[in-house]
């Protein structure tokens, strides 16, 4: 079982919709959640991070980590055709020498105008 | 500020050869993680290096390695290339992480990758 799993995907949405990404993980030791998003031949880029359980919200965006299920979700709200990427959850664990971030596989998300 | 910087942007290069890719960090930075992404493994933490020093590794193969010199740039060798190797490495900067819970995450910031081809 990898470390962390996220949905593949693809998912197609009309613009507008409310947007649902989400990943599990079975290492406790992650304290950090982070989401990226990809656009085609870019480095990914950081869209939000948490620390505790609970949401996050940072406009159109919302973050959301239950640590009991080893569970994150990501939403977006007002989904837009600029927020066509993929998608990648990760996560981190804190303390000791253990810098590495370990991603999910990624969700590629088309918003269609 | 500048961004990560990668080079080459694209590489082409045939089994059984060497290849060597530069990451410049945003200035300032002092941490270089290296990832491979690949479509079928997705994005793989390969190592870190902070102040000229390996601080964490992934589970690759000694053919990956790498290096940080003084200024905080950083190359990544791989030797005797495989089919396999194709993907898209990327570098990523930051400040040291945190070492203790509850502080802010210190982002990492990635640059735009060199997409290595093996043929």
């Known amino acids: 079982q990898k470390e962390v799993e996220q949905d593949p995907g693809p998912l197609s949405v009309p613009e507008g919709a409310i947007v649902s990404l989400n990943c599990t993980y079975s290492?406790?030791?992650?304290?950090?959640f982070m989401w990226y998003r990809q656009y085609s031949r870019k480095g990914p880029e950081l869209l939000m991070y948490?620390?505790?359980?609970g949401n996050k919200e940072d406009g159109r965006f919302t973050a959301q980590v239950d640590k009991s299920s080893k569970y994150i979700s990501l939403f977006i709200r007002d989904s837009q055709p600029s927020d066509s990427a993929t998608y990648l959850c990760a996560m981190i664990s804190a303390g000791g020498s253990n810098y590495k971030l370990t991603f999910g596989k990624g969700t590629l998300l088309t918003v269609n105008p | 500020k500048a961004g990560v910087t990668q080079t080459p942007r694209y590489l082409i290069k045939t089994r059984g050869q060497q290849v060597t890719l530069s990451c410049s960090p945003i200035?300032?930075?002092?941490?270089v993680s290296w990832y491979q992404q690949t479509p079928g493994q997705g994005l793989q933490f390969l190592f870190e290096y902070f102040s000229e020093t390996q601080r964490n590794k992934g589970n690759f193969p000694g053919r990956f390695s790498g290096r940080q010199f003084s200024n905080s740039r950083s190359e990544m060798n791989v030797s005797t290339l495989e089919l396999g190797d194709s993907a898209l490495y990327l570098c990523?900067?930051?400040?040291?992480?945190?070492?203790?819970?509850?502080?802010?995450?210190?982002?990492?910031?990635f640059g735009p990758g060199t997409r290595l081809t093996v043929l």
């Open positions: 990523a900067s930051s400040f040291p992480p945190p070492t203790l819970p509850g502080l802010s995450y210190n982002e990492q910031f």
């Open positions: 200035s300032g930075h002092r941490s």
């Open positions: 290492n406790s030791a992650f304290q950090y």
């Open positions: 948490t620390y505790s359980s």
